[in-house]
């Protein structure tokens, strides 16, 4: 079932227009956690095209996701992958009750092997 | 002070004219009192030549009449005046091998009209000194500080600077008092429509179409203006409705959009005091805000913002002219 | 006193079914200077014209309304048909009771009511039409063409087979253009060189051509059919008529500095150079920047080794002024630059080429020979990458928006070629589509992929970089949802196309319109595609839109025979609605010359009556109503109000305001 | 003889307009002109000079003749003129009264202008003395006593107190209407207050120019004088002084076509227009010199001499106050040396 | 006294388009079927830069509510630089009106390409929505020129 709210919310999160998408795969190709991915990001901006809600609230990718912006930067269409995923994990986030995500759900989730979110933002923030 | 710029200015032009180089000059004259001056030329006779504070006329634009004679003309201009003269310049309007411009000095001039609003009448002479004027009348003498009757031009004056001259007689230091000059402007712009209607439409009321402003313009030198041209369609005498007051001051005003160089002789002109110079600096501010800083007259140019353009120029639609 | 026909057209039910025709005819009966007013089934048909025209004749019609489709159907129509009748055409105004009424209008009452105002409006204007004689001027015999590429060359060879001369303006040092770089064509892969240059040499050869080389527009005035140019000629420093192009200068020149251009700056050339072994004129050119005589006043070796004595440093630009009846645009392109796409490292990488310099390193004339050799260390490579759309497509603001059509089928030709020549080598093409619409062309992608099994990678590349000498092209495989990284020796960059630079200047000069990627604008982009909105000018080739070989001949062709059209005619018939000035208001300001786009007015000194027996002399403006479009830009500007234009005059359109409002 | 408190001038006026449509000079941003009384407007009646003078009342500066219907092909012809309805002008000063004489002699003598007609004889005339001249003023030139105008009825301001003397039976019976608000008022001060006026006024700089001094000469003389074209020079050629004068009539007739109507209306014009009375054939003036001097020369040579020596100027001063350049009839008056030693 | 007409106001709006680009907007918008109200009323100029104020104050003068001008967009001109030219004129004209108390959306000026009948029609019909909550315009309205 496509949940319209859902949806909606995810592309007005997101302020990327998904449509504008010409199917090229290069956010996939720049991509450094590409192989830790389920799903990979140029599937987060065909499956929100498709109105496949389930796919992307189901995603462990999003959790995998660096947020280093590479397939935004690199994107020809203006589309910006990360920020569909961005959006895809406030909405789940959101989902999960006003708690938002307990402290023990996240070491299972997140990939080890891979530095966090907050590091490579960090990094993103400071790199000037 | 006074005295000493006017003797310079005669002595010049006494000499321009025994030189030959000049044939005659085109200047102020005295009449039945200090503050009743009148533009005229002076050839053989000096009589009457004056240059005091009552001397706002802008002389730049008799000069289209004047450089069509023979000869050459001597004439003087303030600072404002000589924009002016600059912009007729771009027009093709003036000769400029026909005149010899003298650029003086002007610390601002009066409006007898804010010394009658004073309450100050019967006036039978007036004495100027540095910063008052002595005033005798037949109720009395009195005294009146000469920054409370500046003439609105000079009021906000834009620029003391001499932007066209062959030579000048600067005696002191003049300064300008531009950082006012929009302010009425803004401040007409922050009232509401309808304020902002309701003050146009009684100050336009006023209005009796004696066309001084326009014929005093130095930006309205057509020969055939529109509003005289029956194949226009909007000439017309009187306002026979308050819709052409409206008409006449909005063409007029488009009319002169960007040469216009904002010397105030529409204001100091009107016989029934509306601030006409209100609506052409709206415009030069419209156009300094929204398509660069430009000041008409400035250098001699046939550019001027309303014949030019940008092609990344802000849509119509979002020039505002005042707040909701 | 006028004497108005009102035509009221049904357009079969077009019209019909939601105006009431009848009323409409009753209602335009009452307006002043109407005599004659009916209704008919189709008005453009030939017994409606003839209706016209019998009406014309029978009622002494002064004017003519008719209320039917848009005038930009049949204003045209109806026009012939007053004049037919030996009306005046311009003595006829439509009401457009169709498209914008009819139409858009559900409620019979209100679309009555509406087309009656609109015809009392065009009744109202036709009261001030003044009946209008179109002027005519001479043509000029002869056609100037910026650009000596394949499509000037096209262009040039066309007209002067139909007997008009034509010149050939060229800014480089020879013609044959962007063709003349490149190695084989597709889908034939016959070579460049072979099909180009027996037309470069037939351009030498023709005596109706003139070519300007090393040379460029200075400045261009007047109008369709009466074009006057100037074209200023770069100094060579080598007089073009005693060289005999023998080659000696340039075996000698010390300097040898300077990039080939023509090699895509992969190899050096002498100061003293001829571009290309074909070039045409087979003439030296000395680059200022590089000649040390030219520099530092010191060598002069190629000038004591002329035998024919050809060289003159002291040449001067000159300035040859022209005059021509039609213009061709033909400016062509050029690869755009890749400062924007640091991912494909190619300011970092030689071995990171564009399709252009592979063109160069695969051609027999080129800096390699003809050997396919790795810039890098000269080594054959044994795995090449292409990446398709860089810079195309791209709407993120660091290339360009459109698809530049021809890298497809290049990218599929050069691994083709690099196939066939050296099997052992491993071929690899990213692409996002490939695009291959025409004559035989999905054949020939397909030749690439059945037959020399090319590998064709659905996705993007993401990233180039050098790993241990390796070139490690790194992209999705969309189709294996896949990251992969191919290690490769050469990376060939299928780079965007865009037009020429110097067409931003031709087009200010030629008052030409130009679009936002700097492509030149067509009349219209179906039923006009080679003419430009300035009459007498027309284009050819990519400065109007990405094309191929075989499209920038077909459009060639096109527009030397819309210029053959042109200069066949002894005289052309002018738009008599242009813009007039009412000297006796005038003032002279120059306001209206600073807004004519076309440069069609100008001042004079003239002399007036000012009574008395008395005359005065005054600066007036004058138009030239050759040069005039009838934009109307100076009317507004206009403060005297002595500028108006015929046909939309002040005082119709006043006209038309007041019937409009009239309730 | 009456008086009336100057404070209680507001249920004078209040009183007056719940008769007659009242008219009097009103400030308007800034600006002081006669117009219509209504309430909440700010009456300044005894501003001395008006920017306009009060001849508006009589002959409007724009005013309907005639109206013609347009339906298809047939036109038809309106008539809108109405029945004359009596209305009050009050704060009238002795020149701009004095103007109306002036008037008079253009509009009532045959033909008959009845749109004119029909508003002077409906109008009733409140003078009011001047107490406070200024340099401008030079009525004495005409022998105008503006001390004690004439007029309906006649007012005086002396002190805080404004006296009312009926004239006319038109003024008394308004004054009779309004009685109850006035209590009578002593002769001997308006009297001396008339006198302080009279000594006020012949001490104003220009009470000695004389008038004549056009006329003096040979009619084709003084035309043919060069004098002119220096007293024109800075002339621009504007409406102004024709505009505020009292006794200037020259108008023009145009037409307007409104949306269902065509509109024939009379307007102001100025003979310093260079489109004054102009015909196919061009201006009969074409100089602003030549303007000037028949604004002049009509002024105080062609008009007393078709009307027993009358001027059709009454010195009120407007144009020397108002002139953009300061040229006014005073310097003309003068230059032909009609200055009293 | 005079009968006060109790029938409701129907707004007039003069819609002034250049002939290249806003007029054959306005003729596909035609074929396309797309409507917008019928008291709006097109004059064809040969560009947009062809409007005099002069025009859009007469329009206003003989009773239109609202006025609006159509053009090509900018650098499409049919003429090269007309619009350029409309555009700095209409937002000096557009300002000042608004400066005399006229309400701002009486006035607008739009693109609209040959291409965009859809764009007119919504244009127009959110014009004439625009100008039918203004009511009748009285600010610049001649009198003379109104039914008595």
């Not at chain 3, 007013?37 to 008719?66: D, F, H, P």
């Not at chain 3, 005054?618 to 030239?624: L, S």
């Not at chain 4, 501003?47 to 038809?76: A, C, R, W």
Request: aromatic share 8%; proline share 4%.
């Amino acid at each position: 079932m496509v949940n319209k709210n859902e949806l909606e919310n995810i592309n007005r999160i997101s302020g990327t227009d998904v449509k504008k998408c010409m199917k090229c795969g290069k956010c996939s190709g720049r991509c450094p956690a590409f192989t830790e991915m389920d799903i990979k990001p140029h599937q987060f901006v065909s499956y929100l095209a498709q109105g496949k809600l389930d796919k992307l609230l189901n995603s462990k990718a999003i959790w995998n996701c660096l947020s280093c912006m590479a397939c935004v930067e690199r994107c020809p269409r203006g589309v910006a992958p990360a920020n569909v995923i961005e959006a895809v994990r406030d909405t789940v986030a959101r989902m999960q009750g006003k708690d938002g995500i307990s402290a023990n759900d996240i070491p299972p989730i997140v990939e080890e092997l891979l530095p966090q979110q907050l590091l490579v933002s960090a990094f993103r923030k400071y790199k000037k | 002070m006074q005295e000493k710029l006017e003797s310079l200015m005669q002595e010049l032009a006494l000499k321009k004219i025994a030189s030959g180089e000049v044939d005659r000059v085109l200047a102020w004259k005295k009449g039945e009192s200090y503050f009743d001056v009148s533009p005229a030329i002076f050839k053989e006779s000096f009589d009457g030549f004056t240059y005091n504070a009552f001397c706002g006329a802008n002389l730049s634009k008799f000069l289209v009449e004047e450089t069509k004679k023979e000869g050459k003309v001597l004439v003087f201009l303030k600072p404002c005046d000589t924009y002016s003269f600059n912009q007729l310049l771009s027009e093709h309007r003036i000769n400029r091998e026909k005149v010899y411009v003298v650029g003086i000095e002007c610390q601002g001039k009066l409006d007898i009209n804010k010394v009658y609003a004073k309450g100050i009448d019967g006036i039978l002479d007036i004495e100027e000194t540095d910063s008052e004027l002595k005033i005798k009348t037949i109720y009395g003498d009195k005294t009146v500080k000469k920054d409370e009757v500046f003439s609105v031009k000079c009021e906000t004056c834009k620029s003391k600077k001499l932007v066209v001259f062959d030579e000048k007689i600067v005696l002191n230091e003049m300064k300008d008092n531009k950082e006012k000059r929009f302010d009425i402007v803004e401040k007409l712009e922050s009232m509401t429509e309808e304020e902002r209607f309701a003050f146009w439409q009684a100050e336009l009321s006023k209005c009796i179409r004696c066309n001084a402003c326009r014929n005093v313009c130095p930006a309205c030198t057509c020969t055939n203006c529109v509003f005289d041209n029956n194949k226009s369609g909007i000439a017309g005498k009187a306002n026979a409705d308050s819709f052409e007051e409206k008409l006449y001051h909005i063409i007029r005003a488009f009319h002169v959009a960007g040469r216009c160089t904002d010397c105030g002789e529409c204001s100091r002109v009107c016989p029934q005091g509306i601030p006409l110079h209100l609506i052409n600096r709206k415009i030069i501010k419209d156009m300094n805000t929204n398509y660069g800083e430009y000041q008409a007259g400035e250098t001699v140019t046939p550019l001027n913002p309303i014949v030019d353009f940008k092609k990344d120029d802000v849509e119509a639609n979002t020039v505002v002219g005042g707040k909701k | 006193m006028q004497r108005i026909g009102v035509f009221i057209c049904h357009c079969g039910t077009n019209i019909a079914a939601t105006v009431d025709v009848e009323r409409v005819t009753e209602a335009v009966k009452k307006e002043p200077y109407v005599v004659f007013a009916q209704n008919y089934q189709y008005m453009c048909s030939e017994n409606g014209q003839q209706l016209i025209k019998t009406a014309i004749r029978e009622n002494k019609l002064t004017g003519v309304v008719v209320c039917s489709c848009s005038p930009r159907m049949h204003e045209a129509t109806f026009r012939k048909t007053a004049e037919e009748a030996g009306l005046n055409p311009y003595l006829v105004e439509i009401a457009n009771i169709r498209e914008q009424c009819s139409w858009i209008h559900k409620d019979i009452e209100e679309a009555t009511e509406k087309a009656i105002v609109l015809a009392r409006t065009a009744i109202a204007k036709l009261t001030l039409n003044k009946p209008l004689i179109a002027g005519e001027t001479g043509v000029t015999k002869r056609a100037l063409i910026i650009g000596g590429g394949i499509a000037g060359i096209q262009a040039a060879l066309d007209i002067a087979d139909a007997g008009y001369e034509v010149d050939i303006v060229e800014k480089r040092p020879t013609i044959g253009g962007r063709m003349a770089q490149l190695d084989k064509t597709f889908p034939t892969l016959d070579c460049a060189a072979c099909i180009l240059t027996p037309k470069m040499v037939d351009c030498a050869q023709n005596e109706k051509i003139n070519m300007f080389t090393y040379s460029e527009i200075e400045e261009v005035k007047g109008f369709v059919g009466n074009f006057k140019v100037k074209i200023r000629k770069k100094a060579r420093y080598v007089d073009e008529k005693k060289c005999t192009g023998c080659g000696v200068c340039m075996a000698n020149c010390p300097s040898k500095k300077g990039l080939n251009e023509f090699n895509m700056d992969l190899n050096n050339r002498p100061a003293i150079y001829i571009p290309f072994a074909q070039a045409i004129p087979n003439v030296a050119v000395i680059d200022p920047e590089q000649c040390l005589k030219l520099k530092t006043g010191k060598c002069g070796l190629c000038q004591m080794k002329c035998g024919a004595g050809a060289i003159d440093y002291t040449q001067k630009d000159e300035i040859v002024e022209r005059e021509y009846g039609a213009i061709v645009v033909a400016t062509g392109f050029r690869p755009i630059k890749l400062d924007n796409f640091n991912e494909y490292g190619y300011a970092d990488n030689k071995d990171v080429i564009t399709s252009l310099e592979l063109e160069r390193l695969m051609n027999a004339a080129g800096p390699t020979k003809g050997t396919l050799l790795r810039p890098s260390d000269l080594t054959h490579p044994k795995v090449i990458t292409f990446i398709q759309c860089v810079g195309s497509r791209d709407v993120s603001g660091c290339g360009k928006p459109y698809c530049s059509k021809i890298c497809c089928m290049y990218t599929a030709k050069h691994a083709m070629l690099i196939r066939e020549k050296y099997p052992d080598t491993e071929v690899h093409v990213f692409y996002i589509d490939v695009r291959t619409p025409g004559k035989n062309y999905d054949e020939f992608y397909r030749r690439a992929v059945e037959q020399y099994n090319v590998d064709y990678i659905k996705g993007m590349v993401g990233k180039v970089y050098n790993e241990n000498g390796k070139l490690m092209v790194q992209g999705s495989n969309l189709l294996d949802n896949e990251q992969i990284t191919i290690p490769s020796d050469l990376v060939v960059l299928a780079t965007a196309i865009e037009p020429d630079p110097s067409v931003r200047d031709i087009a200010t000069k030629l008052t030409i319109s130009i679009d936002t990627n700097n492509f030149l604008t067509e009349a219209h982009a179906k039923l006009k595609p080679v003419e430009c909105a300035t009459a007498g000018v027309f284009l050819a080739g990519v400065c109007q839109g990405p094309k191929d070989v075989p499209e920038t001949v077909s459009q060639a062709s096109a527009a030397a025979s819309k210029v053959i059209g042109l200069l066949a005619k002894d005289k052309l018939k002018g738009n008599p609605c242009v813009s007039h000035c009412d000297e006796n208001t005038c003032i002279g300001c120059s306001q209206c010359e600073q807004v004519c786009p076309y440069g069609a007015i100008t001042y004079e000194e003239k002399e007036f009556r000012i009574g008395g027996g008395k005359t005065e002399k005054r600066r007036v403006a004058c138009v030239n109503p050759a040069v005039c479009q009838g934009c109307g830009a100076c009317t507004v500007t206009c403060p005297s109000g002595a500028m108006d234009i015929h046909g939309f005059s002040f005082e119709q359109i006043n006209k038309e305001i007041e019937a409009i409002c009239k309730r | 003889m009456l008086k009336i408190d100057i404070s209680s001038l507001p249920l004078l006026y209040e009183k007056i307009a719940s008769l007659y449509p009242l008219v009097l000079p009103i400030k308007k941003a800034n600006e002081v002109n006669y117009d219509k009384y209504s309430n909440g407007a700010e009456v300044s009646l005894f501003t001395l000079k008006t920017n306009k003078s009060p001849k508006d009342m009589f002959f409007p500066q724009t005013e309907d003749l005639m109206k013609f219907k347009v339906d298809g092909q047939k036109i038809e012809i309106i008539d809108t003129r109405k029945e004359a309805q009596p209305f009050v002008v009050m704060g009238v000063k002795a020149c701009d009264y004095k103007a109306f004489e002036v008037l008079d002699r253009v509009f009532l003598v045959d033909p008959i202008d009845t749109y004119y007609k029909t508003k002077r004889e409906a109008g009733i005339i409140i003078t009011l003395a001047c107490d406070r001249p200024e340099e401008s003023c030079f009525c004495k030139a005409f022998n105008i006593d503006a001390s004690s105008p004439l007029g309906d009825i006649t007012t005086w301001k002396v002190g805080d107190k404004l006296f009312w003397k009926a004239n006319t039976q038109k003024g008394k019976d308004l004054t009779e209407k309004i009685k109850d608000l006035f209590t009578e008022g002593d002769e001997k001060t308006v009297e001396k207050a008339k006198q302080e006026i009279t000594e006020t006024i012949s001490k104003l700089p220009f009470s000695n120019i004389d008038v004549n001094a056009l006329s003096k000469d040979e009619m084709l003389d003084t035309f043919k004088s060069d004098k002119w074209s220096k007293l024109s020079e800075a002339c621009l050629g504007c409406g102004t002084c024709t505009f505020v004068c009292p006794t200037c009539q020259c108008f023009d007739i145009r037409e307007f076509n409104a949306n269902d109507k065509i509109m024939r209306f009379r307007c102001w014009d100025s003979c310093m227009y260079k489109d004054f009375t102009k015909t196919a054939g061009g201006q009969p003036r074409p100089t602003q010199m030549q303007r000037f001097r028949q604004r002049f020369m009509h002024k105080l040579v062609y008009y007393p001499e078709n009307n027993d020596g009358l001027y059709s100027c009454v010195g009120c001063g407007r144009c020397v106050k108002k002139c953009p350049s300061h040229l006014n009839i005073v310097k003309v008056i003068k230059a032909f040396g009609g200055e009293k030693k | 006294m005079q009968e006060i007409e109790k029938k409701e106001h129907k707004p007039l709006i003069v819609a002034f388009c250049c002939n290249w680009c806003s007029y054959a907007g306005a003729d596909l918008a035609g074929s396309s079927r797309l409507s917008y109200p019928a008291n709006v009323k097109i004059i064809r100029v040969p560009c947009s830069c062809r409007v005099n104020p002069i025009f859009i104050l007469k329009a206003f003068q003989r009773g239109a509510d609202g006025v609006i001008l159509c053009g090509c967009h900018p650098g499409d001109c049919h003429y090269s630089t007309g619009n350029f030219h409309t555009r700095r004129r209409m937002g000096i004209l557009f300002s000042l009106l608004n400066y005399f108390g006229i309400e701002k959306e009486r006035t607008r000026i739009e693109w609209v390409s040959a291409a965009e009948g859809q764009k007119f029609s919504l244009v127009m019909n959110d014009f004439a929505k625009t100008i039918c909550s203004l009511g009748e315009n009285r600010r610049l309205e001649d009198l003379r020129c109104k039914k008595n």
